[in-house]
């Protein structure tokens, strides 16, 4: 065996960095919409302060600072009254656009009386607010996509779940976009094509993906010879929208995904996710139901394993890549651009990006382990 040189006997040290204590630019998704249309105000976390988020009679959802500006009550705690968030403390109004609009023991409302607002937005059933620590409004070109035929008899319900994740940044999250070889390992499918795009606010995932022989996680996914197709794109730096094809048997079942979260604290962020599945001509809506449910079931399995990789990694400023990795570093050149002032992005980081992964090692190994590890329990005695 020849030596080594003193490069390859050098210790390869990690740069952890820091978590950035600026909260991402751009649109966050809070979960359904309907759930804040319950007549009761909600206490949101997020961007490191607390929010309280309710709906106006008219069914528009407000998102405003949860901290009363006379006296530092919580909104959330109040009620809401007519159009308007009535604090518990002194049942100052406000309204939806940070306004205190009354204060029923007063001659007088005071004139600085104004709080923090979110822009809030409604889509796909789901609640939007645009975060920008530089306080603009968001560009018209950025927003999130309509589904087509989102609301129609298309599409089953959305089955959602949320869970909160402690002990690290949201950046992890959005590693995933390029990390191939984690779907065999932590997620139990097997890329047969992996490819990445990044172009402006959106950074975009193109995978076929099988089964693995030897582990099920119970999603359509795991049916025998099922190919499964994605093509998901993070519109800004939290929100993902993934289109899933599961194909077996000739029949081709069409799923929307929603991957998204929201950052509490710098080390802490709400991870959500939920799903649509096509409903068949003729299909009863019980079992489109039924079968977003299970999908979302078997999803929160592999999320979950996600959740466990954070909770227990160190952050990593300076990952260590082989060739089948995928672009960690460009990625994450295009996730900086959330977070530095709109007159700081650069070039770099919202031109167009293109790569593919080379799967045939990964694939050709991959298929013999859980070939051989399916065999091994099919011979293990009962
Ligand atoms: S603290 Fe809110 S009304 Fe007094
Ligand atoms: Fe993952």
């Known amino acids: 065996m020849g030596g080594t040189t003193p490069e390859q006997d050098e210790v390869r040290m990690i740069e952890t960095g820091s978590n950035p204590t600026r909260f991402a630019r751009g649109w966050h998704c809070l979960g359904l919409a309907d759930t804040f249309r319950d007549g009761r105000p909600h206490e949101v976390k997020a961007f490191g302060q607390t929010a309280v988020v309710?709906?106006?009679?008219?069914?528009?959802?407000?998102?405003?600072?949860?901290?009363?500006?006379?006296?530092?009550?919580?909104?959330?705690?109040?009620?809401?009254?007519?159009?308007?968030?009535?604090?518990p403390f002194h049942d100052w109004r406000w309204n939806g656009e940070?306004?205190?609009?009354?204060?029923?023991?007063?001659?007088?409302?005071?004139?600085?009386?104004?709080?923090?607002a979110w822009i809030t937005m409604e889509?796909?059933?789901?609640l939007f607010a645009w975060n920008d620590p530089q306080g603009n409004p968001p560009p018209p070109d950025v927003t999130i996509p309509e589904?087509?035929?989102?609301?129609?008899?298309?599409w089953s319900e959305w089955s959602w779940k949320s869970y909160l994740v402690e002990g690290a940044h949201c950046r992890e999250i959005?590693?995933?976009?390029?990390?191939?070889?984690?779907?065999?390992?932590?997620?139990y499918q097997i890329p047969r094509y992996f490819k990445n795009v990044?172009?402006?606010?959106?950074?975009?995932?193109?995978?076929?993906?099988?089964?693995?022989?030897?582990?099920?996680?119970?999603?359509?996914?795991?049916?025998?010879?099922a190919v499964t197709r994605s093509e998901a794109s993070y519109y800004g730096p939290s929100f993902m929208l993934d289109t899933i094809w599961t194909e077996s048997d000739g029949d081709v079942v069409e799923a929307k995904l929603v991957n998204c979260h929201?950052?509490?604290?710098?080390?802490?962020?709400?991870?959500q996710?939920?799903?649509?599945?096509?409903?068949?001509?003729?299909?009863?809506?019980?079992?489109?139901?039924?079968?977003?449910?299970?999908?979302?079931?078997?999803?929160?399995?592999?999320f979950l394993q996600d959740v466990e990789i954070w909770k227990h990694k160190s952050r990593i400023d300076n990952p260590l890549l082989t060739e089948e990795d995928g672009p960690v570093y460009q990625l994450r050149r295009w996730y900086q651009q959330f977070y530095v002032d709109v007159e700081d992005v650069t070039p770099e980081m919202v031109r167009r990006f293109e790569f593919e992964v080379d799967c045939d090692h990964a694939i050709a190994t991959w298929e013999a382990e859980s070939r051989e590890a399916a065999a091994r329990a099919a011979n293990a005695p009962a």
């Open 54 to 87: 309710f709906a106006r009679r008219d069914g528009t959802i407000h998102m405003i600072d949860a901290f009363c500006r006379h006296m530092g009550g919580n909104l959330a705690r109040g009620a809401v009254k007519g159009d308007e968030i009535a604090c």
């Open 98 to 116: 940070g306004r205190c609009v009354g204060v029923p023991y007063a001659r007088r409302v005071p004139l600085r009386a104004r709080t923090t």
């Open 147 to 154: 589904i087509e035929g989102y609301g129609t008899d298309r």
């Open 262 to 271: 929201y950052p509490i604290t710098p080390d802490s962020f709400l991870l």
């Open 123 to 126: 889509r796909n059933g789901l």
């Open 273 to 302: 996710y939920g799903i649509v599945v096509e409903k068949k001509p003729g299909m009863p809506d019980e079992q489109a139901q039924v079968m977003a449910q299970t999908f979302i079931d078997g999803l929160e399995v592999q």
């Open 174 to 187: 959005v590693d995933n976009v390029v990390d191939m070889a984690h779907f065999f390992y932590v997620h």
């Open 198 to 225: 990044f172009e402006g606010h959106v950074a975009s995932q193109y995978m076929r993906s099988t089964g693995r022989d030897d582990i099920k996680t119970g999603v359509q996914m795991d049916l025998p010879d």
